[in-house]
Structures are given as structure tokens and as C-alpha cells.
């Protein structure tokens, strides 16, 4: 457990959550996959586009072990500890055809949502960037006009740090920190000084 030190008081589901390269043996169905995804289905969009896509795969199955050759090599390197594994996408497009700058937003919302309910349930995620996008999009038959962006390991928290190397047993064990409010919320003009000094 890593709780945040929080400066106000927030919900304990968002406070409790964080992002661990080892998890329990214990198994994942699909019916707890099922319900976090309802979670995100029922997440805001643009317009009510829902231009999310997850492609999604247990462990001991093909879709898991094709998921996980998408993964760059460090992720590879912890996420095999996942009992889940996903790809998370979005809708390059809006239904005339043209670019939809929120789409991107719109899967942050849906994952925003999957992510409190994961936790509700004890179980975690870590999203990844280090993904290769195109292999997977020419793996999994994904159209041009969806991108793939991130891919999400899952598992119930609690694993054995013994599992990672010595330099993530470190970083699995570090303070959770974040950057102060001030220098990301303005009550008017965008100082970049503050920005700057974080
Ligand atoms: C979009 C996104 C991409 C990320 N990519 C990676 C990644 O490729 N590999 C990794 O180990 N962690 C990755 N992370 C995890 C972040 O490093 C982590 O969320 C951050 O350090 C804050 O830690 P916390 O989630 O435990 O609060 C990613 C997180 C997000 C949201």
C-alpha cells in the first residue's frame, strides 16, 4: 500500500491507487475485466463519441501473449508478472471523417474510470506508454483511423517485490510524489515562471 500524501483530503479509492510492476498470483476472470470496462463505458466523451478501443487478453491466452509481444523490452521485463494485459486505443476520427482532437481525452476519461474501479476491487493497474504501437496495430487488424496509445498491465496488488530487479524493488517501494498545485492551476493568467520552477 502507498497511499498518496495528499494536501486535501480526497476519495480513498483515488489516494490508495498507484502503479506496481509485480502483482498477486491470483487469477483474473473475466467478469471482474467485464465489470471495470462498464466503468469506462459509462465515462464522459466528445459528443458521446466513445472513441475508446481496448483490446484485452488473460494470462495463459494467446490474446495476453500477443499483447505482450507488443510491449517494449523493459515493459516486458515487469509486466509479465500481470495477470491481464490490455491495449488501449481511441478513434483518430469523428463520424464525417474528420480529425477528432478530443479522442485522445476521451480514452484518459475512460481509463480515469476503469482505473477507480480497479481499485475499488483491489486491483491495479499500470498503464505503458512503451508500446509498439504499429506492431500491434497490424497484429490485432486495428484500421489506420484508430491509434493505439498505451498498454495497461493488471493485477491484484500485493505481489512479491523479489520478482523485479534491485532498481525496481526501489522504485516499487519509493514515495509516491507529485508536482505542487501552483505551478499547474491558475486562477487567470498562465505564469510560466511558476511553471517553470514546478
Ligand atoms: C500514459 C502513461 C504511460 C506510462 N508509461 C509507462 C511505461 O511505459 N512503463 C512504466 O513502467 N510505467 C509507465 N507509466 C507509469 C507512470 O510512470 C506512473 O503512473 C507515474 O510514475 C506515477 O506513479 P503512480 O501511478 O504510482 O502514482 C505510464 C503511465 C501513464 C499514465
Known sequence: MKKAN??????????????PRV???????????????????WAASSNNLQPWLII???????????????LDEFNQSWAKNAQALFLGGYKKTN????ESFHALHDLGLFMGN?????QHMDIA???????????????FNVPDNYHIATGIAVGYYGGDIEKL???????????????????????????????KGE
Open 114 to 118: 476503469v482505473s477507480a474501479q480497479a
Open 23 to 41: 502483482f498477486t498470483n491470483d487469477v483474473i476472470k473475466e467478469e471482474e475485466l467485464r465489470t471495470m470496462f462498464e466503468a469506462g463505458r
Open 125 to 139: 493497474l499500470h498503464q505503458m506508454a512503451g508500446v509498439d504501437y504499429k506492431k500491434a496495430m497490424s497484429e
Open 95 to 98: 463520424d464525417d471523417g474528420k
Open 56 to 70: 484485452w487478453g488473460i494470462k495463459g491466452t494467446s490474446a495476453f501473449d500477443r499483447i505482450f509481444d507488443c
Open 165 to 195: 530487479p534491485e532498481d525496481l524493488q526501489e522504485e516499487e517501494t519509493k514515495t509516491r510524489s507529485r508536482k505542487n498545485q501552483n505551478s499547474f492551476t491558475f486562477n487567470g493568467d498562465f505564469n510560466e515562471n511558476i511553471f
Open 6 to 19: 495528499t494536501d486535501f483530503e480526497i476519495l480513498p479509492i483515488l489516494a490508495s491507487r498507484w502503479s
